[in-house]
């Protein structure tokens, strides 16, 4: 099972750093994402990484404020969130892809951690 953690309540322009530990799986095996859903709203990857670090992706209207990373020596995934907006109040799920490899399904998510962005 993957565990998220790192959420909370936030002001408008602060920072949250989400992690996501990965026992029970080759974690260094397999990419993994980070995908949020907003209150009423369906699912939206926000952010990929491949395998080994050095690959990542993330959605537009995050770039440059948000950076994915990896420690496949501690099997944990992070996501750094910096300026954040009132809109990217969500759940926070992180997730493993389906193969190894770059993906788009996942088999494995966290229990989600709530990212709330609110004076």
């Known amino acids: 099972q993957l565990q998220a953690s790192g959420g909370g309540l936030v002001q408008p322009g602060g920072s949250l750093r989400l992690s996501c530990a990965a026992p029970g799986f080759t974690f260094s095996s397999y990419g993994m994402s980070w995908v949020r859903q907003a209150p009423g709203k369906g699912f939206e990857r926000v952010s990929s990484?491949?395998?080994?670090?050095?690959?990542?992706s993330y959605l537009d209207s995050v770039k440059g404020r948000f950076t994915i990373s990896r420690d496949n020596a501690k099997n944990t995934l992070y996501l750094q969130m910096n300026s954040l907006k009132p809109e990217e109040t969500a759940v926070y799920y992180c997730?493993?892809?389906?193969?190894?490899?770059?993906?788009?399904?996942?088999?494995?998510w966290g229990q989600g951690t709530l990212v709330t962005v609110s004076s």
């Open positions: 997730a493993k892809f389906l193969t190894p490899g770059w993906d788009t399904e996942y088999d494995y």
């Open positions: 990484i491949n395998s080994g670090g050095g690959s990542t």
